[in-house]
């Protein structure tokens, strides 16, 4: 199998720059005795630790850094597999060798001294050797300060033949584990794991050796399983005395399948979501951008859904559709001011660019702007790409009006130049008062108001309670929506523009669909005359800020009526 060349391989990591690489492969070109590694260990380019990293990764092999590796203490039996003058001239240490299979795990500074490696299983007769790559200099110490003292000894023909085979390195650390199972075939199993993976815990069969691994004062945590609870208890007291900073930690069992991990679609709707809160929660300066990322997003990622787009492309999807507002975006803007990229400046979404190179994302997210780019310069249906085609839509849907109500219809004559397909989706997901649009009327509460930071704090005390956020920026928007999606309660400023709140609860009133829904208004300069019309008129309650959350919060306890529809407040 062909391995990328140690240059490529310490670009694609990030440890040197493409200038940097071209000046160490000019030396190079001009020092034959000298290895590329070398030559740029001498230029300073890299130190020893981020070489090793590099090869390590070239040749698809573990790494171990300087700091574990001077922790280590090998024993006599390690030591006596290889010839003493074999390890410090080929810096090599072997750690471990598999008493039914023979192989030799060894910490090698140059995974590839194939020569190197022959004469070791030339040696002794190991089927197979595994290596971890460690920097040069701190194994060379290593070597010597655990050789000295030992004599030289000729090569071994199995390590089997000079020791018993066993643990064959010891790592000594600050904080440890131990590892306390009365069941011994269990505890010989997780042992060996142990020793294969290079871990470090300390094992216990019984609770005298728990007693003997603390008095070595190197142990912080103890883990057992809930059927050596009982031991525990009778002895923690005892422990806690020799080791007062001990923890205690029962678990379920200690192989994989009792730690089940994290379903991939809730950790990705999960990190989504929270992107999407965080970069919309951040913009103070536009509220129509805040307004158009929740929205944008939202639909978006529902038409992928529809579409049958994959699992991987739906989250393409979902990330792109954040990613279009952040050139205007306030969090952002200055931020990305000085990145450079490989596209052309100027570009419609040079800051998505330059965030996405900078955090290595591994959806191509990058590939479908550049599509959408396209599409918005040639305004031409591209048939073999929906995720283009959504995000296409949608941007221009919601372009001049995020809070429409039917983004189908703001599309205007332009309608003919998006896929058919595309708008059934749109329409279906945007438009359907019964709850096929992202907001689903019955937990969601419509909120009219600009201060971004009640905004933000409102979002959060509401998803917390179960409920969907709408955000408008005003009057005639938030008439437009509590119509459109119909939402359990409204929330809005006695002050807006286009329509204030005193005319939005009496349109809402006089409106027998959505006549019932409660209003609350909420008012920078409070007054019993603002009180008194927002009663006369229909409103629920009027709250003066500074707001209390918890009085709101129990304010719409009271105000939604229909507890099917009601998350528990």
Aim: aromatic residues 4%; hydrophobic residues 40%; proline residues 6%.
């Amino acid at each position: 199998m062909s391995r990328l060349p140690l240059g490529e391989t310490l670009l694609k990591l990030g440890l040197i720059t493409q200038s940097e690489l071209r000046s160490a492969l000019s030396r190079a070109a001009d020092d034959k005795q000298k290895k590329l590694g070398e030559i740029i260990l001498q230029l300073g380019l890299v130190d020893e630790e981020g070489l090793a990293k590099a090869l390590a990764y070239q040749f698809g092999l573990g790494f171990v850094s300087a700091e574990r590796l001077l922790g280590l203490e090998p024993t006599p039996s390690s030591l006596s597999i290889l010839p003493r003058t074999l390890m410090l001239e080929g810096a090599v240490l072997p750690t471990f060798q598999d008493p039914e299979s023979g192989a030799i795990s060894l910490l090698v500074a140059n995974p590839a001294n194939e020569n190197l490696f022959q004469d070791i299983r030339t040696r002794t007769k190991a089927p197979s050797l595994k290596l971890y790559v460690v920097p040069r200099t701190p194994l060379i110490e290593l070597l010597e300060r655990s050789l000295s003292g030992v004599p030289e000894t000729e090569a071994a023909d199995g390590a089997s033949e000079h020791s018993e085979p066993g643990p064959s390195v010891h790592i000594s650390k600050a904080h440890t584990s131990i590892v306390l199972d009365t069941n011994a075939q269990r505890l010989s199993s997780l042992k060996q794991t142990d020793l294969e993976e290079g871990a470090s815990a300390l094992y216990a069969a019984s609770v005298e050796q728990v007693s003997e691994h603390l008095a070595t004062g190197r142990v912080t945590q103890l883990l057992y399983r809930a059927e050596d609870q009982s031991r525990v208890d009778e002895h923690l007291e005892e422990w806690q005395s020799i080791q007062p900073r001990l923890l205690a930690s029962q678990v379920r069992g200690f192989g994989p399948g009792s730690h089940p991990g994290v379903d991939y679609s809730e950790a990705t709707d999960f990190l989504l979501s929270a992107l999407e809160f965080v970069l919309a929660a951040s913009e103070n300066e536009n509220l129509e951008v805040r307004i158009r990322v929740r929205r944008t997003t939202a639909i978006a990622r529902q038409m992928a859904g529809l579409l049958g787009l994959s699992r991987q492309e739906q989250d393409t999807v979902s990330l792109a559709a954040l990613m279009l507002e952040l050139q205007e975006m306030a969090l952002l803007k200055g931020l990305l001011a000085d990145s450079t990229t490989d596209r052309a400046a100027g570009g419609r979404f040079e800051a998505a660019h330059a965030l996405i190179a900078s955090l290595k994302c591994p959806y191509p997210v990058v590939d479908l702007l550049d599509i959408l780019e396209k599409r918005l310069v040639q305004n031409t249906e591209i048939s073999d790409h929906s995720g283009a085609e959504i995000l296409f839509t949608v941007r221009m849907a919601l372009k001049q009006d995020p809070n429409t109500p039917n983004p189908r219809e703001a599309l205007g004559p332009n309608v003919d130049h998006h896929a058919s397909n595309v708008l059934e989706a749109l329409e279906q997901v945007s438009s359907n008062p019964d709850g096929s649009q992202p907001e689903k009327a019955g937990k969601t509460i419509l909120i009219a108001e600009r201060d971004p930071a009640l905004l933000t704090a409102l979002e959060v005390r509401l998803a917390q309670k179960g409920f969907d956020v709408v955000l408008v920026q005003d009057g005639e928007a938030a008439l437009s929506r509590t119509r459109n999606i119909r939402p359990c309660a409204v929330i809005a400023n006695f002050r807006m523009p286009k329509k204030d709140g005193l005319s939005l609860v009496l349109d809402i009133r006089n409106d027998p669909i959505i006549q019932n829904i409660p209003v609350i208004l909420l008012t920078n300069q409070s007054s019993a005359i603002d009180v008194k019309r927002g009663k006369e008129i229909g409103a629920h309650a009027v709250l003066e800020k500074p707001l209390s959350i918890k009085t709101l919060m129990e304010l719409l306890e009271v105000a939604i009526p229909n507890e099917d529809l009601q998350p528990e407040l």
